[in-house]
T-cell receptor
Framework: DQQVKQNSPSLSVQEGRISILNCDYTNSMFDYFLWYKKYPAEGPTFLISISSIKDKNEDGRFTVFLNKSAKHLSLHIVPSQPGDSAVYFCAARASDNNDMRFGAGTRLTVKP | SQTIHQWPATLVQPVGSPLSLECTVEGTSNPNLYWYRQAAGRGLQLLFYSVGIGQISSEVPQNLSASRPQDRQFILSSKKLLLSDSGFYLC?????????FGEGSRLTVL
């Protein structure tokens, strides 16, 4: 079963604009959420995370928002840059579990 | 600092042949280790994870197996590959809340 879902397989944004990537989860035991960025033929790299005790975490151009009641999180990139073009994976884990569940990914293309 | 390496980076194997992918972590001890697979057009599927030497948890029944013969070594194996085993295999480690991935191994089964 897919406990973490990214329903948009792709997103295209103009350089300088905001990119918003969305993620939904079903497991209410998840209490830590992460975003990873992946270039072709490389391993994913950790981008930003948020604990369930918060509803927002910001790191430079990247902000993650968490809506626990809706079981939804989003990643905002402002302003978007061509170098941000990659596949973005949403991930979630529960404190009492050793595994991490990933969404299917969203391919972001930032056009110059 | 901690580093993770996996090899080979690219592998082309015939159906029915064996497989061995190796992953090594440096700069840490007693990490949790993971094998994920990214099939074409799909997300990251957790295959195995290990919390210690000889301790393997399997997420998906299939013809793959994993072993952890040493604290910082994680091996993914198969006795007979299937066409459906093709994909991008990723090793990862953690000691906290974030996973850190290796460079990945591209497996093509023909």
């Amino acid at each position: 079963d897919q406990q973490v879902k990214q329903n948009s397989p792709s997103l295209s944004v103009q350089e300088g604009r905001i990119s918003i990537l969305n993620c939904d989860y079903t497991n209410s035991m998840f209490d830590y959420f992460l975003w990873y960025k992946k270039y072709p033929a490389e391993g994913p790299t950790f981008l930003i995370s948020i604990s369930s005790i918060k509803d927002k975490n910001e790191d430079g151009r990247f902000t993650v928002f968490l809506n626990k009641s809706a079981k939804h999180l989003s990643l905002h990139i402002v302003p978007s840059q061509p170098g941000d073009s990659a596949v973005y994976f949403c991930a979630a884990r529960a404190s009492d579990n050793n595994d991490m569940r990933f969404g299917a990914g969203t391919r972001l293309t930032v056009k110059p | 600092s901690q580093t993770i390496h996996q090899w080979p980076a690219t592998l082309v194997q015939p159906v029915g042949s064996p497989l061995s992918l190796e992953c090594t972590v440096e700069g840490t001890s007693n990490p949790n280790l993971y094998w994920y697979r990214q099939a074409a057009g799909r997300g990251l599927q957790l295959l195995f994870y290990s919390v210690g030497i000889g301790q393997i948890s399997s997420e998906v029944p299939q013809n793959l197996s994993a072993s952890r013969p040493q604290d910082r070594q994680f091996i993914l194996s198969s006795k007979k590959l299937l066409l459906s085993d093709s994909g991008f295999y990723l090793c990862a480690w953690t000691q906290g809340r974030e996973l850190f991935f290796g460079e990945g191994s591209r497996l093509t089964v023909l």
